[in-house]
């Protein structure tokens, strides 16, 4: 079962990571191509999904940030 299967069950709260042993993670990317047809629409997503604010949402959902580069 996963964290957020877990999470979406009625009354349950998440109280903190996983052991570290039973811990997976899947990165994610984001990029925009130099071709990119919407390249501003592209570049406003990533701030979006990149600020403070995604934080809360990121954190809510058992997930972890990433760190810009």
Do not use: C, H
């Not at 994610?28 to 990533?46: D, H, M, P, Y």
């Amino acid at each position: 079962m996963s964290i957020k299967s877990l999470l979406v069950a009625t009354g349950s709260v998440l109280v903190g990571p996983l052991p570290l042993e039973l811990q997976s993670y899947v990165r994610f990317a984001a990029g925009v191509g130099t071709n990119a047809k919407e390249a501003e629409a592209a570049k406003v997503l990533i701030k979006f999904l990149t600020a403070p604010a995604a934080v809360t949402v990121i954190n809510a959902n058992g997930m972890e940030p990433g760190t810009p580069r």
